[in-house]
Structure formats: structure tokens, C-alpha cells
């Protein structure tokens, strides 16, 4: 499910700890594999988008029609500027070579009745040009879900969020539009960012979430401080050698830092404790106790190899 809503000036705070709750009470659903939220990009208005992943229609629905969410909705009905807007996309496929800079559109279509045929060949046609789009990544359609979704919604990818304003931009796409209103009635645009940060992509068919925060933090420290101890003492001493400047030094550490766990060290803690990050996998508190046990284990490890180390 994709839900889109405004969130009035100066209540953003507010906002992302009502949404935090939402997403906790979610989480306690059966069927729940993942939420994730994307703050608004530029030019949106303040319009902020959650995605909410269920491992069947069944599960989704039970969550829809709960009390617990109706009660949330309740609390957070002055944060907005309007009612929300969503989509809920049944099936669907993971983004392939997915980056930072992918950014997703997802477009909603209310199809004249008797006219389905048509709105599908006329996407074919749009899927054609979209081809021919610079930095085009690929299309999924989504049919109606009985009951839940009434329109017809399409999800495409851009590599970058320059080449996807180009397209929606672009005369190619005002032609098409014209040429398909006798096909729907209206259709509505929201943007969203790619489905992960550059820190937590998972293989393809993992990717039901980002880890939670508390996991995500216990990750990057298990990376970051053998990053820091290493770099402080090769790095490091030989500018200090050199009587490098405190700041510059500084700065060429962390760029040294940042530059490994981005490209080396947290793909490999990401593939090295999938079973504990992927929300999908780690299900039981099991799991997620013993994966923290394991992380700790590790700090503990670092402190007295680096102990023995610099004394």
C-alpha cells in the first residue's frame, strides 16, 4: 500500500512521530514484512509518502480495517492538509539495479468502465516511448484489487530525478496523455524515492524494508569503529608526521571512512547478518537477540584487538 498525505507547515515533528507509531502498530500485524517513508522531494508540496509491504491481500486487509489504525488516523487527522491518497499494488517485483539516485512515480488511472482494453494498449504505447526515455529503468502495471482498489495503477523507475522530470516533462508524454483521455477519467502523480539507502540494499528478493533504527545504528558501529581505529593508526600518524592541519586531517578521515563503508564494509556486514537486518528473515526475538549477541560479540572482539594493539 501507498499512501500519500500533506502534512501541514510546522507540524513535521509531529508528523514523523505519529507516522513511527503508525509503522510500529503495523509491525504487529500478521502478514507484516516492511514500511518505509520518503520525505518529500523537490517541488512536492510538503507531500510525504509511506509504503506499507504485507505478504498477502488477507493481511493487508486485516490491517486496513483494524480498530488500532482507525484510532491512529484519528490522532493524526490534524497533521494533514487533506485527506490521504493511496494505492494498493498486489505482486509487483523488486527495482533491479537499484542506486541512491533511483527515484519511482507512481501514477493512479480511474479507467472508464468498458474501456480496460483500451487503457492497456494505450499504455503499451507509453511504455514504448518510455523506453526511449534517458535513465528509464522499467514499468510494472497493477491491476484493480476487488474490494480494496478501484484504479489502475502504474509504477515506473528513472535513474536519477533529472531524467525522470524530463519524461513527465516532456511533449512525448503531453501527446500520450492527450491521446488517452478517452480512456480514464483522471489520473494523479506521486514521486518516491528509491527503496532503500545506500547503506541498506539487500540481494534481490530480500528487499521487505529497511532494519529498524536500533539495528541499522548497531551496524554501522560495527563497521565504523575498525574503520576509525585502522585509519587513525596508519592514516592518521603519517599526517600527523607531516603536520597536516587538525581540520584537514580530519576531513581526509572521514572521507576516507565514509568512502569505505559505503563501497566495502557495510555491503559486508549487510550480507554477513542478513538473517538479523532483512525484517523478513529476522521474525522471531530469537533472532533478533541472538543477532545482537553476535554484534556485541564483535565490539568486544574490536576493543581488545585494538587494546592490545595501541598499548
Request: hydrophobic content about 45%; glycine content about 8%; aromatic content about 10%.
Amino acid at each position: 500500500m501507498v499512501t500519500s498525505q500533506k502534512v501541514r507547515a510546522g507540524r513535521v515533528d509531529e508528523y514523523q512521530r505519529w507516522q513511527a507509531r503508525t509503522n510500529e502498530a503495523a509491525r504487529e500485524f500478521e502478514g507484516f514484512e516492511g514500511a518505509e517513508v520518503y520525505p518529500p522531494g523537490a517541488g512536492a508540496e510538503n507531500e510525504w509518502v509511506a509504503v506499507f509491504r504485507f505478504s498477502g491481500i488477507g493481511h493487508l486487509t486485516a490491517w486496513l480495517a483494524s480498530d488500532r489504525r482507525r484510532e491512529l488516523l484519528a490522532e493524526g487527522q490534524g497533521l494533514f492538509e487533506g485527506p490521504p491518497t493511496q494505492e494498493v499494488l498486489q505482486g509487483g517485483a523488486p527495482a533491479e539495479q537499484a542506486t541512491p539516485e533511483t527515484v519511482t512515480a507512481v501514477i493512479s488511472h480511474v479507467v472508464k468502465p468498458g474501456r480496460e482494453e483500451d487503457f492497456l494498449r494505450w499504455q503499451e504505447k507509453v511504455l514504448k516511448a518510455q523506453e526511449a526515455s534517458p535513465g528509464f529503468m522499467g514499468s510494472e502495471m497493477f491491476k484493480p484489487v476487488e474490494g480494496v482498489q478501484e484504479r489502475w495503477v502504474v509504477v515506473f523507475r528513472f535513474d536519477s530525478s533529472e531524467h525522470l522530470e524530463s519524461w513527465l516533462g516532456s511533449d512525448v508524454r503531453a501527446r500520450l496523455l492527450e491521446a488517452g483521455r478517452d480512456c480514464f477519467t483522471s489520473y494523479d502523480v506521486r514521486k518516491v524515492g528509491s527503496a532503500f539507502s545506500g547503506w541498506f540494499r539487500f540481494d534481490k528478493g530480500a528487499q521487505d524494508g529497511a532494519p529498524p533504527n536500533w539495528k541499522q545504528a548497531m551496524s554501522v558501529i560495527l563497521a565504523l569503529y575498525p574503520t576509525v581505529m585502522v585509519l587513525n593508526l596508519t592514516v592518521g600518524s603519517e599526517l600527523d608526521s607531516l603536520d597536516v592541519p587538525g581540520h584537514i586531517a580530519l576531513f581526509i578521515g572521514n572521507v576516507l571512512s565514509v568512502s569505505a563503508l559505503t563501497w566495502l564494509l557495510m555491503p559486508l556486514v549487510n550480507k554477513v547478518f542478513a538473517f538479523w537486518l532483512v525484517p523478513a528473515r529476522a521474525r522471531s526475538r530469537r533472532v533478533h537477540a541472538a543477532g545482537a549477541a553476535v554484534v556485541m560479540l564483535c565490539y568486544l572482539l574490536f576493543i581488545v584487538i585494538f587494546g592490545l594493539t595501541t598499548h
